[in-house]
């Protein structure tokens, strides 16, 4: 299963970056995370390889070799996601989404769900979270907390290199590893994607399509895996949980061994998840 580049253009004229691995089985749409592009499912696509899924990956506004959203645009991630679907013509997908990715296929599976046949989460948001209506609050835990305000800290200064490190610590590592336990490619390529991220500095909410997810997710109908890895950020860990609750389909997955990107330090793994979630196992 050899890749294609197969970008897309939009209605507005913007042009997203897509890469498929064509197959004659089921599509999976695979879509990166807020500290990530398209290129963290690569190692993912190649764990899959010869297993005949049709695997498609894009980068969204602002990230990798997409372009930011225009000053002044009204396009969202949901919409633009809709209109890849229609592109490179996929009528109803699987759908994998890694934190921000996750929300976005959520959105996805509420507003379309006849193009949805299945969803995977992989340390997910969703859209509208809040702590307003759960039993626990959101507060940096001390392994996060210092992270954060020195990410912050290097933000304000402009200091990249320093804000790369940090998000690899806490996003690659997790916070509560030491800095460099996930080390060689991986964090390669973490490094570079990030680079792109902070060099474009999207807004962050640039395309938010205003949905309510956190409150109608009792209403998902379609098959929905909820997973997170151990070593991913404790004081994210509650939200998890508690999205696996309201969807009600079964008790989240905690991922052994993995922080908040498992598709870039442990590809089989999600591959393994993948292969489930097509079959119908993990439902």
């Not at 969202?76 to 809709?82: I, N, Q």
């Amino acid at each position: 299963m050899s890749a294609v580049r197969v970008d897309v253009t939009l209605s507005d004229g913007a042009t997203l970056a897509v890469t498929r691995w064509p197959g004659e089985g089921p599509t999976v749409v695979l879509l990166h995370a807020g500290v990530a592009d398209r290129r963290s499912w690569t190692a993912v696509a190649d764990e899959l390889a010869g297993e005949g899924l049709d695997l498609v990956a894009y980068d969204r506004r602002g990230f990798g070799e997409s372009p930011a959203h225009a000053e002044g645009s009204e396009a969202t991630h949901l919409g633009d996601l809709v209109q890849v679907l229609d592109r490179v013509d996929v009528g109803r997908a699987v759908v994998v989404g890694n934190s921000m990715g996750g929300a976005l296929a959520l959105d996805l599976a509420l507003t379309e769900p006849t193009r949805v046949a299945a969803v995977l989460l992989i340390g997910a948001a969703v859209s509208g979270m809040t702590d307003d209506d759960t039993p626990f609050d959101w507060t940096p835990d001390p392994a996060s907390g210092p992270l954060m305000e020195a990410l912050d800290e290097a933000s304000g200064s402009g200091d990249v290199d320093a804000q790369v490190g940090l998000l690899a610590h806490l996003w690659l590592d997790g916070p509560t590893s030491d800095a460099g336990r996930v080390g060689g490619t991986p964090r390669e390529l973490f490094a570079r994607m990030n680079e792109r991220i902070l060099e474009v500095d999207a807004a962050d909410d640039a395309g938010d399509a205003g949905l309510d997810a956190w409150a109608r997710l009792g209403v998902v109908e379609v098959p929905v895996l909820a997973t997170w890895g151990a070593l991913d950020i404790p004081a994210d860990e509650p939200f998890y949980a508690e999205t696996a609750r309201r969807i009600g389909q079964g008790p989240g997955r905690v991922l052994p061994d993995v922080a908040h990107l498992p598709g870039l330090e442990q590809p089989a793994l999600v591959a393994d998840l993948v292969r489930e979630v097509v079959l119908g196992r993990a439902m």
